[in-house]
Every structure is written in C-alpha cells, then in structure tokens.
C-alpha cells in the first residue's frame, strides 16, 4: 500500500489568472460561497474544466489553492498531517487540509469519492456552522478563519455503488453541475489553449460532438475538452490531423480495438 505523505498529494497555486470561459453563474455562485463559508461542490464529467475552474476562481479571489488528487490509499492523516522524522527528531508536519485552514486558503479535494471513508469524516466539521479542523494527534481544534473554503468535486457518471458520495455528505455542500461547454464556447477554449484557428478547433469539436454520442455504450467516458485541447496543441505544432487524433482522442479513450477501429471510422467519415 502507497504510504502517501502530505507533500507528494498536494500542488498549491498561486499565480497569474488562468483562462476560463464561464458557462453560466458559476463564477457569482463560487464568489458568494465562499464569502459566505459555505463549502462547494463541483459535479461533472472528466477532462470538461471543474479543476482549471477552481484555480480561476483562486486567484480571482487572491487565496492559495491547495488541490489533492484523491485516490483509494488516500488517509484522513494525508490531509491533516502527522509526525515525520526530521533531522533525527519527530516532528508534525501540516498535510494541504490544514495548511488551507491556517491560511485561510481554498482546499481542492479532486475526485473525493476516490478516497478512504475516514476522509470524510474530518471533513464534516468543516462543513456546517462549526468550521473546525480537529487535529487528534496533536490535540488541536483549529478554527477556519473567514476566507477559508474547502472544494470537492468528483464524476457522477464514472462512479459506481461502491463509490459514491453519500447524501448526507452531498447535503452539506453548495453544488454546481458542469458539462463539456457548447460548441461555439468549445471551440473558443480549444483555439485559445492551442492557439490553432478557429475552423480547425470547430472541426475537433464537432469530431468530440460525434464522440460524445458513443460514450455510455462503447466508451466509459466521452472526449473530453482537455484532450481536444492536447490534440490542437499537436496540430498547431504540425503534426498531421490524423495522427494527432489518434494519439491524443482515439488511444486514451479505449484499448480495446473493435472500439478504436469505430472511432476511426468516424474520424474518416469527418476528415477523409
């Protein structure tokens, strides 16, 4: 079993405002949360911008972004710290969700459904009126302080009856359903990502449109945003279109090649 430490689950941000193209009152519904206290919760598939959303949102509201990427060997003690050798003395070492909650910074907890049970359990008292970190190890109660917030978001549409979030948990949370954007916003954000035209991001985005109607029967998961960006990026830099779909839309959607074969056809039927 991964023994996870604290630094190596965690990236915080700070930095210049990353691009994001609102698809509705995320960004107003985000602001007022947290200027309330109020826990948030980010429900949507893979790839379609929940994270770059959340760092958006960070450093629009000038807090540090600490983001985990939760999975199954995932501790409660990941997120609160523990006691670590140092210099030949024992010593507590802060994990991201306590670093967040001194801080007064936003704490990301990406595809929380992925970790241990025990992590939401010290996640409750961050979410209802009490904000309170309790640190049994060391015998802390810390106290969220105003700005503090804490984020989840996971993928109802890949999680299955062992993995899922429990409505009592969901219930503490403010929630906001995403969804890959619209075509003419899509294309934007592939064109600006990449810097490809916009008639070439409208066509990998009408190719993904195709895509997304197999998902749910021959593909667990549609194409995602992130990977049609990827693929511009191959484009712009000159690689042929048919090799940059394969690599970076076909081969990570499936190995299994009856599968891929289909989406070949649909690339051809498209582009020749």
Known sequence: MRDASPQDTTASFTGDLPYYLPQGAECALFTEAQRHGLPFLLKGPTGCGKTRFVTHMAVQLGLPLYTVACHDDLTAADLTGRYLLKGGETQWVDGPLTRAVREGGICYLDEVVEARKDVTVVLHPLTDDRRLLP??????????????????????????????????????????????????????????????????????????????????????????????????????????????????????????RDVKDGLQEVLSAMIG
């Open 135 to 256: 640190l049994d190890r060391t015998g802390e109660l810390i106290a969220a302080p105003p700005s503090f917030m804490l984020v989840v978001s996971y993928n109802p549409g890949y999680q299955n009856v062992l993995k899922s979030l429990k409505p009592s948990t969901r219930q503490r949370f403010l929630a906001w359903d995403f969804d890959y954007p619209p075509p003419d916003q899509e294309t934007r954000i592939v064109a600006k990502e990449s810097g490809l035209d916009d008639e070439m991001a409208g066509l990998l985005v009408r190719l993904a449109g195709r895509i997304r109607g197999m998902a749910g029967a021959d593909l667990e998961e549609a194409a995602s945003t992130r990977l049609l960006i990827y693929c511009a990026i191959l484009v712009k830099a000159g690689r042929p279109l048919k090799e940059a779909v394969r690599a970076a839309i076909i081969e990570p959607l499936s190995d299994d």
